[in-house]
């Protein structure tokens, strides 16, 4: 099941947007390719591996940028308004950092359900605008980072529609499908929260080590997505088996942390109480 549910990922959505995201290269600046790819595959890793000892950090920092999110583009608009709820946002994530990670692991566990369910509608509202990603390679042979910022934002725009448009023209149906494994990991969350938080952990940083490939595969100028869209069966039993493997680890070695500060504390514990005697 894990292996068909990713091989659809791979054939639906996702692989849609890279693909076009594939084919505006020539676009893109290749410094915007390399530091966001070594970026997204650094940040892959740490949370890969290290999720659950990072969890604060990991839920402040998604706290900020849903902060800048939400003032940028709902509230004022404006510099001020993305700091400021970016601060408040930073501080209701860490004060209720167990719950922000359990409304996470469901949030992107809806997002994979709606990418295997989605992608014939994707599909369809692309048919109706294939158009625009010729005209946009059509243009500047040399780019530079601020046009590449300019197609990236309307690149952004672009997705975000068809996302939006696929979503209008799914029916009830595929959206009760789609927040029952939502459903499913909250549920999990409260009675198993280790276990559905390194596995939330280990799903987020194997997408990031897999973007970050991409990305710098993009800059090499190989053609990754196609290699996918070729054999997503092989490429999908990668993805499940660095998840199960950040699981595990992220359980045994994390587990292993906390028994030895626990362990310090003791210590330190009894060292002022022997001293005093």
């Known amino acids: 099941m894990i292996w068909d549910g ?42 890969w591996l290290g999720g659950l000892s990072l969890g604060k950090q990991i839920v402040a920092i998604a706290g900020a940028l849903s902060g800048v999110i939400v003032g940028l583009f709902v509230i004022g608009r404006t510099a001020f308004s993305a700091l400021l709820s970016a601060a408040i946002a ?32 994707i599909e369809h509202s692309q048919a109706q605008t294939a158009a625009a990603p010729n005209e946009v390679s059509a243009q500047a042979a040399t780019p530079g980072v601020s046009e590449s910022i300019e197609v990236l934002k309307a690149y952004a725009l672009d997705i975000g529609e068809k ?17 029952a494994p939502a459903a499913i990991l909250i549920v999990g969350g409260l009675t198993l929260r280790r276990l559905t938080s390194a596995l939330y952990f280990s799903v987020q940083g194997t997408l990031f080590i897999f973007a970050g490939m991409i990305l710098l595969l993009l800059y090499k100028g190989t053609r990754p997505v196609s290699h996918i869209r070729i054999n997503p069966s092989m490429y999908a039993s990668v993805f499940a088996a660095m998840t199960a493997f950040g699981t595990i ?5 994390c587990k292993r942390v906390k028994k ?12 002022p109480g022997r001293s005093k005697n």
């Open 90 to 121: 930073t501080v209701i994530a860490i004060i209720f950092q167990k719950v922000v990670i359990i409304a996470l692991a469901a949030i992107l566990a809806a997002a994979i359900c709606f990418a295997v369910l989605a992608g014939p509608y």
């Open 260 to 271: 030895e500060s626990a362990g310090e504390k003791k210590n330190g514990r009894k060292k």
């Open 6 to 47: 990713v091989s659809s990922v791979c054939n639906g959505v996702m692989l849609e947007i890279f693909q076009n995201f594939e084919q505006m290269t020539a676009r893109i600046s290749p410094w915007i390719l390399i530091i966001a790819g070594v970026t997204a595959l650094l940040v892959g890793l740490l949370i």
């Open 249 to 253: 680890e992220q359980l045994l070695i």
């Open 163 to 179: 996302i939006k448009q696929a979503g209008s023209q799914m029916p009830v149906q595929k959206w009760a499908v789609i927040a």
